[in-house]
Nanobody, 122 residues
Framework: QVQPVQSGGGSVQAGGSLRLSCTAPGFTSNRCGMYWYRQAAGKQREWVSAINTDGITAYADSVKGRFTISRDKAKDTVYLQMNSLNREDTAMYSC????????????????WGQGTQVTVSS
């Protein structure tokens, strides 16, 4: 598949919000799931959130209640709405398509988005 394309991100004050987008043509038709990851400078990449082909969502404890993952099947796009941001959320955020349910191998080819920086200041 074509590499997922991300948008959103940027700099925001603590307590603010940002919405990330990840568009992956074929995501819907191939029954892919989508994961969001983040990696802070000098830190290991960590899983943030996921949505599967049935629309079931999951979140890391660090973002639960503040972040919301959603999808628009018609647009082959997944969103990550990030509210109540704090400086610990500063990281490079990346989306990744994954096999989910009856997903095809398509979902695991060129599956990483290009990444986008989120910087939270106070």
């Amino acid at each position: 598949q074509v590499q997922p394309v991300q948008s959103g991100g940027g700099s925001v004050q603590a307590g603010g919000s940002l919405r990330l987008s990840c568009t992956a043509p074929g995501f819907t038709s191939n029954r892919c799931g989508m994961y969001w990851y983040r990696q802070a400078a000098g830190k290991q990449r960590e899983w943030v959130s996921a949505i599967n082909t049935d629309g079931i969502t999951a979140y890391a404890d660090s973002v639960k209640g503040r972040f919301t993952i959603s999808r628009d099947k018609a647009k082959d796009t997944v969103y990550l709405q990030m509210n109540s941001l704090n400086r610990e959320d500063t990281a490079m955020y990346s989306c990744k398509t994954v096999r989910s349910g009856l997903g095809t191998p398509f979902c695991d080819i060129n599956s990483w988005g290009q990444g986008t920086q989120v910087t939270v200041s106070s």
